[in-house]
């Protein structure tokens, strides 16, 4: 059974800073991500990494994000995942979800990601 718990959500004011976790077990996923979901919009990816580290990133926060993993135990397929967010800006505020692939879902730079954490909540002021 897949399992994804994210934490590190919070409150920050805009140029600040905050850095996300999800604890993943249950699966090996080849890929993980973030997306993210503001009221009244959809919800869209925000970073992925896959096997051998390759990454991928939304325009909007190319160069302020850096996604990355730990894998902790391949046999019992559990992996961190996090998301380091600087120069955070108000339209990042949103509720953040840790993501896996699976063979259907929501797609992201050619993948799609169909398991889901329950969400972290971000919130940036001006």
């Known amino acids: 059974q897949v399992s994804l718990v994210e934490s590190g959500g919070g409150s920050v004011q805009a140029g600040g800073s905050l850095r996300l976790s999800c604890a993943a077990s249950g699966y090996s996923s080849r890929c993980m991500g973030w997306f993210r979901q503001a009221p009244g919009k959809e919800r869209e990816g925000v970073a992925s990494i896959c096997s051998g580290g390759v990454t991928g990133y939304a325009d909007s926060v190319e160069g302020r994000f850096t996604i990355s993993r730990d894998t902790i135990s391949q046999d019992n397929a559990r992996n961190t995942l996090y998301l380091e967010m600087n120069g955070l800006k108000p339209e990042d505020t949103a509720m953040y979800y840790c993501?896996?692939?699976?063979?259907?879902?929501?797609?992201?730079?050619?993948?799609?990601?169909?398991?889901w954490g329950q969400g972290t909540q971000v919130t940036v002021s001006s």
């Open positions: 993501a896996a692939r699976r063979d259907y879902g929501i797609w992201f730079k050619g993948v799609p990601f169909g398991y």
